[in-house]
């Protein structure tokens, strides 16, 4: 027997739209894991901008996305997402986002904003940060976040990129063990949270069993991205099984 009615519909409570790098196969899986009953996700591809600090790197980013948000938004979004921490690590924090919404006519967010933004609802000041990146990258991370007051006391990564851009596709095949472990040696005691960054780590399911293991708040670059998307899109809905920041903010 056929479960749908008439009056049933995709996305009646809203429509989220997402912008990937091409390699990323974890954001898109993990936002359809969590997703609400009513709400949907629309995704396209972007290069990846990893310089967004000389004028030539930020005027192809800029390209790229007015590109991709306007191309998304002719499907009537609630609201729109970058999901690459690296690519929008840009200051203003939420100079990009405004863009993107000023260009597509939908309330948009960043991944690195995102971050911010978490910490801040959190009123977290001090975090330790798994990545699975190279030193450069992850250094470019702590200044970014120092920028917007947030103080690192550890970072740690795995070195995925340190020989270009055609290692990034690792980060997704990297075995969760292995994850896990390298999450755990980035705790610090002087650390009011634990950030794992970037979109492509395969983390979400490991959130909430590593919150009650540190006795802190865990922090994703999907789960904060995908925080402020359903906040931009009026969706208030929280989360027993997300962490504490879709559980309380």
Request: proline fraction near 5%; glycine fraction near 8%; charged fraction near 15%.
């Amino acid at each position: 027997m056929n479960s749908f009615s008439n009056e049933t519909f995709y996305g009646q409570r809203g429509k989220l739209g997402l912008i990937v790098p091409p390699t990323n196969t974890v954001n898109e899986a993990e936002w359809n894991e969590a997703l609400p009953k009513g709400v949907t996700l629309h995704v396209t591809r972007m290069p990846l901008h990893a310089d967004s600090s000389s004028e030539s790197g930020r005027k192809a980013l800029y390209a790229d996305i007015e590109k991709s948000a306007s191309d998304l938004a002719q499907a009537g979004l609630s609201a729109i997402a970058y999901g690459c921490t690296a690519g929008s690590m840009v200051q203003p924090i939420d100079q990009l986002s405004d863009f993107m919404s000023e260009i597509s006519g939908v309330p948009s967010v960043t991944t690195a904003a995102s971050i911010v933004h978490a910490m801040q609802a959190l009123n977290i000041d001090n975090i330790s940060i798994a990545t699975p990146y190279h030193d450069a990258l992850n250094m470019h991370e702590v200044e970014f976040l120092a920028a917007s007051g947030i103080n690192t006391t550890k970072i740690s990564g795995l070195g995925i990129g340190s020989g270009g851009p055609h290692e990034y596709i690792q980060i997704a095949r990297t075995p969760v063990n292995i994850i896990k472990d390298h999450i755990l040696s980035v705790d610090h005691p002087d650390a009011d949270a634990l950030l794992i960054s970037c979109t492509d780590f395969p983390v979400l399911g490991l959130i909430s069993d590593l919150e009650e293991e540190l006795g802190k708040p865990v922090i994703t670059s999907n789960q904060a991205t995908f925080w402020a998307t359903l906040r931009a899109a009026s969706i208030e809905d929280r989360f027993q099984h997300l962490g504490r920041l879709l559980a309380d903010c």
